[in-house]
């Protein structure tokens, strides 16, 4: 049986390849809907982007709903600096013909988890978590009834990358990611920690690129895009792909391993706002509530990257 995921999304490059991922593995994901939420870019450009991906991978009939449009409490920080102006800069891709569904994304969530049987429904957030943590607010009975919460967010050894002590997905609404992190959902977390572990290196890229395929050269495009930013910021070998370690945990979690330990929100501090306080040694006595993502076997994670995006 294919897990049944929502994906919520700020489309963002790395987002896309996380999307066509998921939509290229039928057999192990099946995807109910697509949430976009403010993230790296604003709403308008994230529930354009994720019909944009959803028509490259040849599905428009996957369910495309925006959702919240700014965080619980603050104002939006957005990354056009990392992402271009449009989240999806890199490949030329035409405007989506498919239509935004009516509704809003957080009552999808609250609908969709109300008439699915308890623990059938994974959510899948590669963003800001505001959508999920207001349909958390907005109808506590649907807690109980999410499978698991699996998202790219956050950071502990490697610490910040919007700010010293904050990953950007966790900062741009700290109060959010605090409401599910506390939510009792079982939660997998993929930081940068694992993140930054999944490098798309010149070979990798090339191995998109010579798919041939509309897909394979526009993930080459996107990645060739984003990695300017990354190697002047990180000066590694490559970008790293954050989003897509949430779809490939779903397909192979035997690639990948890490600690089930206790994370906690910082929302009081300026300084540390935002900062996921992973107990990795367990010296507090807070009980577990994620596992926390550490390492991967990168050469498996593209080469699953690869073969799926050869499908579409």
Sequence with gaps: MPRRIIIDTDPGQDDAVAILLALASPEEVEVLGITAVAGNVPLAL??????????????????????????????????EHVHGDTGLNGPELPDPVMALQPGHGVD????????????????????????IATAFERAPDIVEKVQEIVLMGGAYFEVGNITPTAEFNIYVDPQAADIVFRSGVPIVVAPLDLTHKALVTPARNEAFRALGTPVGIAVAEMTDFFERFDLEKYGADGAPLHDPCVTAYLIRPEIFSGRHVNVMIETGSELTMGMTVADWWGVTDRPANALFLGDLDADAFFTLLTERLARL
């Design 108 to 131: 999808f969530i609250i609908d969709t988890l109300r008439a699915e049987p308890a623990g059938t429904v994974t959510l899948c957030p590669l963003g800001p978590l505001t959508n």
């Design 46 to 79: 994230t529930a354009k982007n994720a019909r944009i991906v959803c028509e490259l991978a040849g599905h428009p009939e996957i369910r495309v709903f925006a959702g919240c449009d700014r965080p619980m409490g603050r104002a939006l920080v957005t990354a």
